[in-house]
């Protein structure tokens, strides 16, 4: 399974920016994509997740009410919409991917993910 994720860059506080993400390689349509972010000497914190198939979903408490994902079946894409920046939001953001992560039940960012991409970078700042 291969995941790649774009589309990070640098804003100013109060601007937006969407990230995408795509995952190749399952053998079922059914699995969930996740973002996460990290921050240098800090843990990996986990913002949010959908499932390719069902309306499963988990936004994480420190970016809920301006983040949301969405995804787009056809071109099998999945993206997180960030709005509303803060410079506490400036991290490297990771996709990941795993067919036995249920979106919506409680721990689905806290479990074991097993496919990553390689990173890209957010950066809000003035």
């Known amino acids: 399974v291969q995941v790649e994720e774009s589309g990070g860059g640098s804003v100013q506080p109060g601007g937006s920016l969407t990230l995408s993400c795509a995952a190749s390689?399952?053998?079922?349509?059914?699995?969930?994509i996740g973002w996460f972010r990290q921050v240098p000497g800090k843990l990996r914190e986990g913002v949010a997740c959908?499932?390719?198939?069902?309306?499963?979903?988990t936004i994480a408490d420190s970016v809920k009410g301006r983040f949301t994902v969405s995804k787009d079946n056809a071109k099998r894409t999945f993206y997180l919409q960030m709005n509303n920046l803060k410079p506490e939001d400036t991290a490297l953001y990771y996709c990941?991917?795993?067919?036995?992560?249920?979106?919506?039940?409680?721990?689905?960012?806290?479990?074991?993910?097993?496919?990553w991409g390689q990173g890209t970078q957010v950066t809000v700042s003035s």
């Open positions: 959908i499932s390719s198939t069902d309306g499963g979903l």
């Open positions: 990941a991917a795993d067919d036995l992560v249920i979106p919506g039940n409680p721990g689905a960012l806290d479990v074991m993910w097993h496919y």
């Open positions: 390689g399952f053998t079922t349509d059914h699995y969930a």
